[in-house]
Antibody
Framework: QLQLQESGPGVVKPSETLSLSCTVS??????????WGWIRQPPGKGLEWIGS???????????YYNPSLKSRVTVSVDTSKNHFSLNLTSVTAADTAVYYC?????????????WGQGTLVIVSS | SSELTQDPAVSVALGQTVRITCQGD??????ANWYKQKPGQAPVLVIH???NRPAGISDRFSGSSSGDTASLTITGAQAEDEADYYC???????????FGGGTKLTVL
């Protein structure tokens, strides 16, 4: 059974870079037909897609980012460690959220399954 | 527009049927997927595509679509169905993913 686990600092200072990692177990990150992505949820609010990377097939290396975050976001994949990462630069308090890593199943209407358990990141000095 | 709109809150009596809707222009071209989220937990996929349930999801959950609106129907709602429900699909450009704002379901 595929499992994902986020890791990274729980507190980040304003203007700095938020860096998170997601370790994938029970399956290969190089599998076809999947994106690997990040979704966040500010406290008490809804879900927001951050971005995804497609790591196989004809669209190898393709990345897709939320237009509202695109200038600050990078998603990358490390197949040697079977994990993928999120970098979000120049953070502010508005970036405080639970960050989920997830597998996105590619197709006409991509769906997210499974999700990591989530990690709370607080932006504060 | 590139948005998916959900009613913020819906209630249902125990054992009754409830429909949770998700509206957006992109749903004329793409199916919605549905997720259930309980407090303090990660979302769980309950319906994907036209009307597909992942393994382990109760057959009380079903999905449908008409025009620009997708629906998640829970037949015979149980106390454990009380949760937040989110839809997701592509945006109108087809290049990005969207989530609806979520619907809080209360089972009375």
């Amino acid at each position: 059974q595929l499992q994902l686990q986020e890791s990274g600092p729980g507190v980040v200072k304003p203007s700095e870079t938020l860096s998170l990692s997601c370790t994938v177990s029970g399956g290969s990150i190089s599998s076809n037909s999947y994106y690997w992505g990040w979704i966040r949820q500010p406290p008490g609010k809804g879900l927001e897609w951050i971005g995804s990377m497609f790591h196989s097939g004809s669209t190898y290396g393709s990345t897709y980012y939320n237009p509202s975050l695109k200038s600050r976001v990078t998603v990358s994949v490390d197949t040697s460690k079977n994990h993928f990462s999120l970098n979000l630069t120049s953070v502010t308090a508005a970036d405080t959220a639970v960050y989920y890593c997830a597998r996105v199943v590619a197709g006409p209407s991509p769906w997210v399954d499974p999700w990591g358990q989530g990690t709370l990141v607080i932006v504060s000095s | 527009s590139s948005e998916l709109t959900q009613d913020p809150a819906v209630s249902v009596a125990l054992g009754q049927t409830v429909r949770i809707t998700c509206q957006g222009d992109s749903l004329r071209s793409y199916y919605a997927n549905w997720y259930k989220q309980k407090p303090g937990q990660a979302p769980v996929l309950v319906i994907h595509g036209k009307n597909n349930r992942p393994a382990g999801i109760s057959d009380r959950f079903s999905g449908s679509s008409s025009g620009d609106t997708a629906s998640l129907t829970i037949t015979g709602a149980q106390a454990e169905d009380e949760a937040d429900y989110y839809c997701n699909s592509r945006d109108s450009s087809g290049n990005h993913l969207l989530f609806g704002g979520g619907t809080k379901l209360t089972v009375l």
